[in-house]
Every structure is written in structure tokens, then in C-alpha cells.
């Protein structure tokens, strides 16, 4: 049988490469990213990624991933509220946060990608062991990285975190738009 031979209803199939049928489904499908992190505290460096990553995407989802063993600094409604007030003008960007598996919320919600950062080789390693398993669980869902542009690579939520515990100035590490105040001690534990 001949490929010409072969009958599909236009309204299941858009094009025919060779022996390769592409479903109209897949070519309507947004793109959807989700940058996960605990951004305690969001940093420039984070901001950076996401509007470096948006041409890539339809829609990023920046979700706050919840940790029930682990100590925060600051609760998580303040690490959404932080989130929405930086992105606010931002329409193909939404917040969120989850708790569990990043690659089950990435299938809950219908994402394919992942957004990470990479600032060093360290990064890198752990990063790339991640991916791996997050494409196993996740039914083949692809890990994107960037590399942090080297103004942001000396930045991480934790060494801010400390900047502010100290009483240091850690504005400018922070989103301009934002002013974070040490929490009060005990509030969090």
C-alpha cells in the first residue's frame, strides 16, 4: 500500500511529513514550563531566568514547591504574594505552588517542560541527575536549562536568605519592586 492510498479525515490530521503524521492535537498543545523552586527569597537571578526563558514558552508556570521536612525563612503566602506582585504585568506567567513530585504537577497541570537555572558545574551535576529521573516519572518530560548570566551567577536564594537573617542589606539581590524584612524569629518554626 502506497501512502497515497491511505484515508484520514482532515479534521484528526494537519500535515503528513513523509511517513510521519503529525495529530492537529500536538500542533494546538501550549507549551507550558514550570520553574520550580522554593524562592525563599525570590533574587534577581530568578526573575532573569524566567523573562530569558519566556520566548521559549507560552506560559511559565512559576510554582512554589512545598516541603513539609524542611524550615523556611518566610511562609509560603509570602513567598506567592512576592511572586505575583514581581510578575504582575507579566500575563504568560502564573504562580502557583505545589507539594509532593515536580513531575506530577507538571502532568497535573499539562506541562512537558521544566525551567532550571545553572550558575556552576556543581549545578550542573545535580541538575542533570534530576532531569534524568524527572524524565522517567514525569512520562518524558524535558528539563530546559539556562545558564545564569554572570551578574546573577554569585546569587542564590540561600546566601540571601543568610544576607537577611544577619540584618544585612540584601536589596541588591532582590527584585526592585520588593522590599523584604527579616521575619520575626520563632514565626516560621
Known sequence: MAISDLRFPTSDLAFIF????VPRKAL?????AVFPGSFDPIT?????????ALPLFDKIMVA???NTSKHYLFPL????????TVFADEPRVEVDYFERLTADYCNRIGARYLLRGLRNASDFDYEKTISQLNHIIGDG???????SQPGYSHISSTIVREIIK????ASPFLPENLVIEPPVEGLND
Open 64 to 66: 512554589v514547591g512545598v
Open 141 to 147: 518530560i524535558e528539563t530546559i536549562f539556562l545558564i
Open 166 to 169: 544577619g540584618g544585612g542589606d
Open 77 to 84: 503566602e509570602q513567598r506567592l504574594e512576592w511572586l505575583r
Open 18 to 21: 513523509g511517513l510521519s503524521l
Open 28 to 32: 494546538t498543545m501550549s507549551k507550558i
Open 44 to 52: 534577581i537571578g530568578h526573575v532573569d531566568l524566567v523573562n530569558r
